[in-house]
């Protein structure tokens, strides 16, 4: 199946190419041809399948066309190695974990997938040195880096702003060792995209090595988000609560929404979606007044939405190209609501003394908006509960006057020896130092 660009301004290319090159030549993001619907019977089906035999079907109806099945199912199965359980918070509202994965948040099923993907076109390729770049803000650089962990033929490069990612997160990257550079940047995340952007549009770098993007602009990276909306309903349906489902997203580059409209569209009964946003809201806006205005993203304690101009954007137009109203399409599929820090913080006290259960800043802006979208009766919520608590330590035991436990998961990686390239913001500095490798 071929991949088109959101540009329209490039040919169509191969999934192999779409998932090595990560963003088109006109700098639109891919999106497959076709999406294949899974019938009525296997959707019915799912409730008696593991999360990891959902997975497959699921892939099988993306990438089976371009992927040997058997292939494709035990890359499938080498990245699901955890659950993603659905667990009641209230009456018709259900938490959906997806934080049981080896750094704690949802990005491990994309990054860890794109990571097993890359390295099978490169090992069929032949290629045996490729070059992964990544800026994060601190969630993504973990998932990425310990997906592509010690993957033959492929090396990692994470850009951070230096002293500003949390301690727990820094240590998920910079411990690693292997195939994994840190490289610590004297300036925002803004200037570590800047650099991770003028990396890939400079020829004498390209010809010096093969680049490529993991951020959530990658198929590979944001499709398999989707395994975990059809593994939801299936667990939903087992409770008989499956008939009118709602889901919220806590939203920031709109990647896993994206998923969520993709599961839809392959014909995943989800009744509507909510988008929580954190103060950076230009999609509500969007929503609101028909007009998409990107502006820089302000800091908040929901840290990895802190996004001003959501890549993904660009897909969720496409997906509404074939109506005559493409907003008003969206508007009645999608709708969106902001929290400011106070409310976030007002929403995990609440949620916590009320119910004991502990919400991460991003999961609490998810709870509130599924909540603010007045469930019917007959409806059943469900947010996405992005990251554990625990990733958030110091923010979450501040506002629930708490001392959350450390999973043994994270502790290990408190344990290692941080190392890191120091990095000036300019991009001179940047190139120099990848020419050296
Ligand atoms: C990345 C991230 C988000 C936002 O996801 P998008 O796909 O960028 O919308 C939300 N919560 C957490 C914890 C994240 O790491």
Redesign the pocket.
């Known amino acids: 199946m071929k991949y088109y660009s959101t540009n329209g301004q490039v040919a169509p290319v191969s999934l192999e190419e779409a998932v090595v090159k990560g963003l088109a030549g006109d700098k639109g993001l891919f999106m497959p041809e076709k999406i294949a619907t899974l019938s009525k019977s296997t959707i019915d089906g799912l409730k008696d399948k593991s999360f990891r035999e959902i997975a497959c079907t699921v892939a099988r109806a993306f990438f089976g066309e371009d992927i040997e099945p058997d292939t494709l199912d035990a890359l499938v199965k080498d990245t699901l190695s955890f659950e993603t359980p659905v667990v009641p918070v209230r009456k018709n509202c259900y938490s959906l974990e997806l934080?049981h994965g080896p750094t704690l948040?949802?990005?491990d099923v994309g990054g860890r997938f794109m990571a097993r993907l890359l390295g099978y076109f490169i090992k069929k390729q032949g290629l045996n040195d490729v070059n992964v770049l990544v800026a994060t803000s601190?969630?993504?650089g973990s998932?990425v880096a310990n997906g592509f962990l010690g993957v033959p033929g492929i090396r990692v490069f994470v850009l951070y702003p230096k002293g500003k990612v949390s301690p727990i997160q820094e240590c998920q990257f910079t411990t690693l060792g292997q195939n994994i550079t840190a490289l610590e940047v004297d300036g925002t995340f803004d200037d570590c995209q800047a650099l991770v952007k003028n990396a890939f549009m400079d020829e004498t770098l390209n010809n010096h090595m093969a680049l490529t993007s993991a951020n959530?602009i990658n198929v590979a990276r944001?499709l398999p988000?989707s395994f975990y909306y059809f593994n939801a309903y299936a667990q939903l349906d087992r409770m008989g609560k499956a008939g009118e489902m709602v889901v919220c997203?806590?939203?920031?580059?709109?990647?896993?929404?994206?998923?969520g409209l993709f599961a839809a569209r392959m014909g995943l009964p989800i009744k509507r979606f909510v988008?929580a946003n954190n103060r950076n809201d230009v999609f509500l806006e969007y929503l609101n007044t028909g007009k998409y205005t990107p502006r820089p993203s302000v800091s908040t304690i929901?840290n990895?939405?802190d996004?001003g101009d959501?890549?993904?954007f660009a897909r969720i137009l496409d997906l509404f190209k074939a109506n005559e109203d493409v907003h008003k399409a969206i508007c009645s599929k999608i709708s969106a609501y902001r929290y400011t820090d106070e409310q976030i913080a007002q929403t995990m006290q609440t949620v916590y003394s009320e119910t004991g259960y502990i919400l991460?800043?991003?999961?609490a802006?998810?709870y509130q908006g599924l909540i603010d979208s007045k469930l019917t009766a007959t409806e059943t919520g469900v947010f996405?509960e992005?990251?554990h608590p625990a990733?958030?330590k110091e923010t979450v035991d501040k506002i629930l006057s708490s001392d959350i436990e450390i999973p043994a998961k994270l502790q290990a990686f408190m344990k290692g020896t941080k190392q890191s390239v120091e990095l000036d913001k300019d991009f001179v500095g940047f190139k120099a130092f990848l020419l050296r490798q």
């Open positions: 934080f948040a949802f990005k601190g969630d993504t998932a959530s944001f988000q997203v806590p939203s920031g580059n709109f990647g896993n929404i994206t998923a988008a929901a990895a939405m996004v959501p890549s993904n991460d800043p991003h999961g802006c998810g996405l992005t990251a990733k958030f």
